[in-house]
């Protein structure tokens, strides 16, 4: 058979179909099935189902760095994307570095607190999260350099913490990551996906990686991605910490994903979530924004409910039940932390 003739031209292109019907076989079998995501009838995208994208088929992956879908149901398009499981430091609701927040309005500041003291991040009628600051003041600052070490959650009756244990050195192999539920440690086996639940499942603890990467989910209130990091030397030595060889300040990197959220909602980082908050200091030429209210948010512990300006109450499902919390628009949460982003899946 000569290619150039009717037959040759034939072959060719029933071995291109081929190759193409493989290619097509191969790629199908190359991503699971897509999870279907329901939207709840109280969401922006009221009743929608909408379905997952190829590349992150589902809402969950045992791989650390790999991304799974996810599904705002606040958001206009209702559509869903590929997210990572690890804190975005530069998205809305996150706390990084020395530390650095991202409000809920999107504007960056800083907020540094007090070294060894505990400040509320974000307080609201049903739930409050505090944070403990570490770290240090060298020789001649005006001020502390500080990060946030541990995490106290305070919901309905119940007290969850998480904290990142002091290390001289960092290394990591070792799991950084203590939690305590009502006062109790909890243990949480090492590896990918490995995780707890609340004895009323109304809190879930997922690990992202092996290690030092956990997600949070607080049934119909919040989300939490937290990452566990030292100061680096290069972080040491472009900051002028002039951190002490004795302890390389072991920290939270964190993400917060509300599911609601009342219009009085307090917090370093709750009050911009406020309908009517204006950030006074984040100005455009101002380039590092710090915000004041040390002594609106300072408490004594890191699960205690007292603040200035604290709003938090055991009673608020009573009160919730009269007409006095307001929720924005939701996504739904009826699997309770199950389903990791507070979506409802179905294949």
Known sequence: MKFGTTAGISAILMVAAAALQLAAMVSAAD??????????????CS???????????STTTPNAKGKVCHVNCDHPLCKAEC???????????????????????????????????VFTLVSDPNFQINGRFIGHRPAGRP??????????????THKFTLEATKAATWD?????????????????????????????EDI???????????IISIKDKAEILVNVVP????????????????????????QFRFYKLSPRVEGVLGRT?????ENTVARPGVAMPVMGGEDKYRTSDLVSAECGACIFSEEAEDLKKQGNVVDFPTLDCTRGAAAGYGIVCRK
């Not at 002039?242 to 300040?249: G, K, Q, S």
Request: hydrophobic share 30%.
């Open 172 to 200: 990591s192999e070792v799991d950084h990551l203590k939690f305590a539920y009502n006062g109790q440690d909890i243990s949480i086996s090492e590896g990918s996906l490995s995780s707890w639940y609340s004895q009323d």
């Open 273 to 277: 979530y406020q309908p009517d908050f």
């Open 47 to 57: 009743d929608a189902y909408v379905n997952c994208p190829a590349e992150c088929a």
């Open 31 to 44: 991503y699971p099935k897509a999870e279907t995501v329901w939207c709840a009838k109280t969401s922006r």
């Open 83 to 117: 997210k990572k499981r690890k804190p975005n430091c530069d998205a809305p609701g996150s706390a990084c570095y020395d530390p650095r927040f991202v409000g809920g309005d999107g504007r960056v500041f800083y907020f540094h607190g007090k070294t060894n003291e």
């Open 143 to 156: 001020r502390d350099f500080t990060w946030i070490q541990s995490l106290g959650v305070l919901f309905n």
């Open 231 to 254: 100061v680096t030397k290069e972080d040491d030595r472009v900051h002028k910490y002039n951190v002490p060889e004795h302890d390389c300040f072991v920290h939270l990197e964190v």
């Open 204 to 214: 879930k603890v997922e690990r992202v990686s092996t290690k030092n990467s956990v």
